[in-house]
């Protein structure tokens, strides 16, 4: 099979084609589609595990790929029983929809960590890289990955990764909703902000990672900033941002509740 070796713009253009008919392909992996529908499966799924609802407008942005696009693929694809479009323009996958999306999250993910931990790469490089190898992963390949990086439970960025034990429960939160004065550590940078390439720049210039423990200096909706400090470093970041990064309280144990961060204004983070 030869590799996708496309760039993110050739990855946008063909995000934005016509989604040709789904044929099932060889291998013993689950019943396979086109690379623009893997696309689309994967992209519907990181959404999800960025929490809130997905709808197309919400794709579009993420994938950089025009709405009327958007609209035309999802149609295509509730039609071949990969996802439903629900009350709302909500977006579901089904069964059949998530297996596939799992696969490729799952790819993605192992490419990640192999191109970081075992290549060296940055966790931008790796990003951007795995995107252009995971449509050619065969099974085969993708086990012995897992094996050899000793069965990795998440991405570099801290995103779990399907099919692994999953990471210890924190009981994360977003860190825009982080009380003034308190102490968070990162649990992970979700795949939505990981497809913010500045986003990313920034946090790692900053040595934001997971594990990294942020004293909340100021919250600011006002001006829609917060800003933490760690190892002495002060790092600021747009509320918009920091919504797309999960944290924890330090105290946070496995099966220990922890409180409801309280929320600021809705309209104010909306306008931020």
């Known amino acids: 099979m030869t590799a996708d070796v496309a760039s993110p713009a050739a990855r946008r253009r063909r995000a934005s084609a016509r989604l040709p008919r789904v044929r099932a392909r060889p291998g013993g992996r689950p019943p396979g589609a086109s690379a623009s529908v893997e696309d689309y499966l994967e992209a519907i799924y990181d959404l999800t595990g960025s929490g809130g609802p997905v709808i197309g407008a919400r794709l579009a942005r993420h994938l950089k790929v025009s709405p009327p696009a958007v609209t035309e693929a999802l149609q295509r694809m509730a039609r071949a029983g990969y996802l439903r479009l629900q009350a709302g323009k909500q977006i579901v996958l089904t069964r059949r929809g998530k297996t596939l999306a799992e696969v490729m999250a799952r ?27 995971e449509h050619a992963l065969s099974p085969r390949v993708e086990d012995r990955l897992a094996t050899i990086l000793g069965m990795p439970s998440t991405c570099p960025h801290g995103n779990p990764i399907p099919g692994m034990a999953g990471p210890r429960a924190t009981h994360p939160f977003p860190l825009d909703q982080a009380p003034e004065g308190s102490t968070v550590i990162v649990e992970r940078i979700t ?6 390439r500045k986003l990313l720049e920034h946090l790692w210039r900053n040595g934001v990672r997971p594990g990294t423990r942020l004293a909340i200096q100021e919250v600011a909706p006002w001006a829609g900033t917060i800003t933490g400090v760690s190892d002495g470093r002060t790092i600021a970041l747009g509320l918009v941002a920091a919504g797309k990064i999960c944290v924890y309280s330090p105290s946070a ?10 929320r600021r204004n809705a309209a104010l983070s909306a306008s931020a």
């Open 191 to 196: 795949e939505e902000a990981e497809a913010d």
């Open 107 to 133: 790819r993605h993910r192992l490419l990640e960590r192999w191109l970081t931990d075992i290549l060296g790469l940055d966790w931008i490089e790796a990003h951007e890289e795995a995107h252009r190898l």
């Open 253 to 262: 144990a496995p099966g220990t509740p922890q409180p409801t961060p309280p």
